[in-house]
């Protein structure tokens, strides 16, 4: 059911091509994942999402169950026949939602959320739309996820938070393995495939540990997660490396929540396969954009021939008739000038956020596929 | 520049096709023409507006000239090319917009936005928007409309308010045709059509006069306003029919503000070929959909062979995993279910609303497709 096969591998890093077989079709990696929390990428069509690239899309656990419920999905048939997408989907596992959603006192909870509280179990959280109660362990995140029906659906983990201290990172670590057990007995579709995820926090003994449990375990494909909460982007690229160094070759790596350019490039070229990021459509909603640049204030996109830039639409100095960028091909740049997208956006039109999403989905979209073309030669 | 040829009469009505000639492309009427705002028609890309059937689109003088400014849309080489649209415009005047979103004391004017003051030279306004004050003339509506460039511009005209008098509305009538004059003159651009607009209220003499006196002055067509301000159907009906009788039957009749199906039934019957209404994009802004319906409910829409009925999706009682109309080929209807439109609108995700108002204007452009069937084979 399940299938990955490396077609193309760099000569001078990590970097490799290849292809993974799921029940809902083929995906080209490495691959970037955009994301669709309530079922849905904000403002995008699915046949729009088809059209500029996307191959797989990712849908919230934690969302879904609480609205419009795993049970509604699973009786129009899943999650991808759900929302009209038809093609190969991934939902995580509710937990980082659990954690960062419905967190602890004293950090940023609202006044009438209760807390959330973890044991061996599970987790008993409060939902942060009506404050109802709730309870998730790796049982039931593998029982929702099955009703959702995504092709790849993520182990029930515990993330460690920003600047945890070792004890703190191994015992998340620690019970992510306990959890990673239990999630494989419970899941029982054999059309979906579970990933576990490698924890440890930023300790390299811990992210070894880890990766060889997993390693062990045998998975269609393994995950690395915690990476990108609150670190240095240097700390993430080195704790992603000690993790490639162990996790099978011969099996996709996916690096959660990482979508910066510069960051993509580093991670396809520490080995990773593939990643999700909110970026391109959040940003879009903040009037912001990705274009390719040689102005000073450009990032270097290290393997590839030209720069990028991220710009604020809303700001006076990057208002012209010209449209976002002049060399993409998107709809976006090809029928409208930054002018226009400026005043959609300050009058709040959807058009205005969805035509700034197409661009910095479409704009991810080719820088992947320029990466892949150099590791085609070898080169990347 | 502008031509306006009739194809095929109906014998049972004074209910017309034919094709009008503008700088930007043929409309084919009679035409349902989608109303955009600040420049972009609520959530649609202008490749889905001409996919769907939108021929000519509406764009507001008042709200473009207060954001984001009619010079610098002229720069940009006027409306059609602002908004990517590339075909036919139309904007208004701004004459209702002055007069019913800078209204007067006592009458729902926010309280810190000062009343409107009208006098013979124009009207002094100060914007919804942040209050700041102008003024605009017949001569200054004309000046904005011709920044603008859209192929069809209209008079500056004075809207008696609901529930006017017959002094009141002759006033108001009287005004429009000395403005009608002053809009006349001060048009200096031979790409653009200048529409007069008919008033007089619910009188019928007062009607018949105004009708009479537009007609003197042989305008490329000719529109009729005030007559969706609070009156019931059968009035507007009967409004529109005394216009009818009078204006030329050689030149394009445009209802102002019209837009429910059974209205664009009968008003398509009275002889008239163009009509704007913001109905299908508002409704779906409130989850409301029209669809072909046999229940006891719906609402006959005579000369044609099938009834419709307008529904609220955010109802318990519309959900379903059905589509909204099995009948119906938009793709809102092909990919997507009751259920799934219902949880993204809930979610307030802008796709729930763009499937929403892509469902409206394709419904709306296939009645009028309908209708100029039944006149092609004269029997409507």
């Not at 019970?175 to 419970?186: F, I």
């Not at 576990?196 to 390299?204: L, N, S, T």
């Not at 990021?277 to 393997?303: D, M, Q, Y």
């Not at 976002?324 to 409208?336: N, W």
Request: with cysteine; hydrophobic share 35%; net charge positive.
């Amino acid at each position: 059911m399940f299938n990955f096969k490396i077609n193309h591998k760099s000569e001078i890093s990590k970097a490799r091509t290849g292809v993974f077989i799921t029940p809902h079709g083929a995906i080209n990696t490495p691959v970037f994942m955009p994301v669709g929390t309530v079922g849905t990428v904000k403002t995008m069509m699915p046949s729009e999402l088809k059209e500029f690239g996307s191959q797989i899309i990712l849908g919230n656990t934690y969302h879904l169950y609480l609205r419009p419920g795993d049970k509604s999905i699973k009786k129009l048939g899943g999650l991808a026949k759900f929302n009209g997408w038809n093609m190969p989907t991934l939902t995580d596992s509710g937990g980082f939602q659990v954690f960062s959603l419905s967190g602890e006192k004293d950090k940023g909870v609202k006044q009438k959320q209760k807390p959330r509280k973890l044991t061996e179990k599970g987790v008993t959280f409060y939902s942060h739309l009506d404050g109802s109660r709730h309870f998730i362990s790796p049982e039931k995140s593998i029982e929702i996820q099955q009703n959702l029906g995504a092709d790849i659906i993520m182990a029930f983990d515990h993330v460690a938070p920003a600047g945890a201290t070792k004890k703190e990172a191994e015992e998340a670590m620690e019970r992510t393995h306990r959890w990673l057990v239990r999630s494989k007995n419970a899941k029982s579709k054999l059309d979906q495939a579970l990933f576990p995820i490698c924890q440890g926090g930023q300790f390299k003994d811990l992210r070894e540990k880890s990766a060889t449990f997993i390693k062990t375990l045998d998975f269609p494909g393994n995950a690395i997660g915690g990476v990108s909460v609150g670190e240095k982007k240097e700390k993430i690229y080195e704790v992603t490396d000690w993790c490639t160094n162990i996790l099978p070759e011969d099996k996709p790596r996916y690096l959660m929540g990482i979508g910066y350019p510069e960051d993509i490039c580093a991670v396809i070229k520490l080995g990773i396969d593939m990643f999700d990021c909110v970026l391109p459509t959040r940003l879009a909603r903040h009037g912001n954009v990705w274009i390719k640049s040689k102005s000073r204030n450009a990032i270097k996109l290290i393997g590839l021939d030209y720069k990028y830039e991220q710009i604020d639409l809303l700001k006076k100095k990057n208002i012209s008739n010209d449209p976002i960028d002049k060399t993409c091909k998107c709809p976006a740049c090809q029928g409208f000038s930054r002018f226009y997208l400026n005043h959609l956006i300050k009058e709040r039109e959807p058009l205005g956020v969805h035509l700034l999403t197409i661009h910095n989905l479409y704009f991810t979209h080719q820088l992947v596929n320029d990466i892949k073309k150099k590791i085609r030669e070898k080169k990347f």
